[in-house]
Structure formats: structure tokens, C-alpha cells
T-cell receptor, first 114, second 111 residues
Framework: NAGVMQNPRHLVRRRGQEARLRCSPM?????VYWYRQLPEEGLKFMVY????????ESGMPKERFSAEFPKEGPSILRIQQVVRGDSAAYFC????????????FGPGTRLTVT | KQEVTQIPAALSVPEGENLVLNCSFT??????LQWFRQDPGKGLTSLLL?????REQTSGRLNASLDKSSGRSTLYIAASQPGDSATYLC??????????FGTGTSLTVIP
């Protein structure tokens, strides 16, 4: 059973470009969480999704950020018109349907905005 | 809003020493507390999960305690090894859907 997969592992974008980060949850997991780790800061919750539904997006910046978890395929975190302050490590976690506390984390995507 | 603090931010010890990492949180209404390990360029690995009704959990050389009323947890590592070098993160979960993380303690065990 493969763990949580994230790709790409490293992503470099110029200011103003779009960044797409992908997360494939563990097999059997239908809940996905995205966290952001800014330099010198702790991980901060961004959004919690189930298949085709956004359950909690209280940690998402109001502009330029969006997330989806379609019926088929990975979850996508999309950042439009990236700025230098978006440079961070973005982690995805997944959990089984009945135990949201059992979150398994992926290796992260390190986004660098130049 | 829940705030999680970890002290110290960095720690360097010689191999074989026992050590304690500290975590404090501001809101005692938590469901559980977890300790994670983060290696450079890698994801997070869950080490120990303590439910709010529990006082401690043990796994091998690791022991985590929880004092919910005072908002504190400690992670005790016995007989430290160079392979223990990593960043250790404390996280609490409450009524919402998220974990609240501390900024971590960076541990270096010197051979």
C-alpha cells in the first residue's frame, strides 16, 4: 500500500505564473487535507476535502488559492499568479473515512517563486 | 484560537543521552495530541498519538505524556542515537478538522 503521493516534489515558478500541486491519497482514504509550511513557521492548515466536496477551507487565503478533489484522480491545490510569499512547503495528508485523526502525510511539494 | 509552542527550538546532545522535548498549547479542549518526526526534505511521520483521556503513550525509546489541564506535553527520548536527529513536531486536534502544529524542535544527536 503506497503512502500519500505528492508531485511534483519541487516546483519553481516565476511571479505571476500558476502553480498546480497534486496529491494522491492512500488507498482507501477519501479525506484529504492540505497544509502549508512557511520558512521558520509551523505547518498551517489550509483546506479539508472529501471527494467532490470542500468541507473546511477556513485556512485558505481568500484570493488566488483553490483546491479540488474530483471523483477520479488526485486532489489539486492551485495557486494563481504566484508571489514570492507563496514560497513554502505544501503538505498533503489523507485519512480514512472514520478516523480523521489518523492523518498520513505525504513528502510535500516545495514551491519556490522567483 | 489554539496556539502551540515548542521549546527548545533547537537541541544538540551527545549520543546516549536522555532528553525531553516540550510542547504547550493554549486551549485545553483538545481531542488528541500527536508527536511527529520530520526529516529534511521528507514528509511527517507520526510517532505517538495521545487521546485526550490518556496521560501517556510509549513506543520503544519514546514516551509522550499529556497534561491537558495545564496545556502541556513532553516527549522523552531515551538513549538518543544519531538516527534520532530530525525535527520533532507537536500537533493538537480539537473540534475542527485540522491539526494545530508547533514550530518544532530541531534535534541533533552527536555521535
Amino acid at each position: 500500500n503506497a503512502g500519500v503521493m505528492q508531485n511534483p516534489r519541487h516546483l519553481v515558478r516565476r511571479r505571476g505564473q500558476e502553480a498546480r500541486l497534486r496529491c494522491s491519497p492512500m488507498k482507501g482514504h477519501s479525506h484529504v487535507y492540505w497544509y502549508r509550511q512557511l520558512p521558520e513557521e509551523g505547518l498551517k492548515f489550509m483546506v479539508y476535502l472529501q471527494k467532490e466536496n470542500i468541507i473546511d477551507e477556513s485556512g485558505m487565503p481568500k484570493e488566488r488559492f483553490s483546491a479540488e478533489f474530483p471523483k477520479e484522480g488526485p486532489s489539486i491545490l492551485r495557486i494563481q499568479q504566484v508571489v514570492r510569499g507563496d514560497s513554502a512547503a505544501y503538505f498533503c495528508a489523507s485519512s480514512p473515512p472514520r478516523d480523521r485523526d489518523e492523518q498520513y502525510f505525504g513528502p510535500g511539494t516545495r514551491l519556490t517563486v522567483t | 484560537k489554539q496556539e502551540v509552542t515548542q521549546i527548545p527550538a533547537a537541541l544538540s546532545v551527545p549520543e546516549g543521552e536522555n532528553l525531553v522535548l516540550n510542547c504547550s498549547f493554549t486551549d485545553s479542549a483538545i481531542y488528541n495530541l500527536q508527536w511527529f518526526r520530520q526529516d529534511p526534505g521528507k514528509g511527517l511521520t507520526s510517532l505517538l498519538l495521545i487521546q485526550s483521556s490518556q496521560r501517556e503513550q510509549t513506543s520503544g525509546r519514546l514516551n509522550a505524556s499529556l497534561d491537558k489541564s495545564s496545556g502541556r506535553s513532553t516527549l522523552y527520548i531515551a538513549a538518543s542515537q544519531p538516527g534520532d536527529s530530525a525535527t520533532y513536531l507537536c500537533a493538537v486536534s480539537g473540534t475542527g478538522n485540522q491539526f494545530y502544529f508547533g514550530t518544532g524542535t530541531s534535534l541533533t544527536v552527536i555521535p
